[in-house]
């Protein structure tokens, strides 16, 4: 059973920029998809940013700004954020799927708070 664990959550001014990782307890090389996704107060979670083998699809709020990426050696995905807004403030889960036909495992999620 694959676990994920979230880190680079925090604090950013808004136009700022923080990074977020999610490293995997197994080896992930093979994995069929990743995905970031993000819960703010009263709202339903929503996918962000999502990397099924060549293809990358990111929200149209996130577009230009947001870049996922994953490093197979470390078995780690990345979240680049870069010029932050308030309404970017939510917690950020990473999820993975083994394969077309799973479902996903996710991650315990990281506060990201931007001010402005």
């Known amino acids: 059973q694959v676990q994920l664990m979230e880190s680079g959550g925090g604090l950013a001014q808004a136009g700022g920029s923080l990074r977020l990782s999610c490293a995997a307890s197994?080896?992930?090389?093979?994995?069929?998809?990743w995905g970031w996704y993000r819960q703010a107060p009263g709202k339903e979670r929503e996918l962000v940013a999502r990397?099924?083998?060549?293809?990358?699809n990111y929200a149209d709020s996130v577009k230009g700004r947001f870049t996922i990426s994953r490093d197979n050696a470390k078995n780690t995905v990345y979240l680049q954020m870069d010029g932050l807004k308030p309404d970017d403030t939510a917690v950020y889960y990473c999820?993975?799927?083994?394969?077309?036909?799973?479902?996903?495992?996710w991650g315990q999620g990281t506060q990201v708070t931007v001010y402005s």
């Open positions: 990397v099924t083998g060549g293809r990358y």
């Open positions: 999820a993975t799927q083994r394969d077309p036909f799973g479902t996903n495992t």
């Open positions: 197994v080896t992930t090389a093979n994995f069929y998809a």
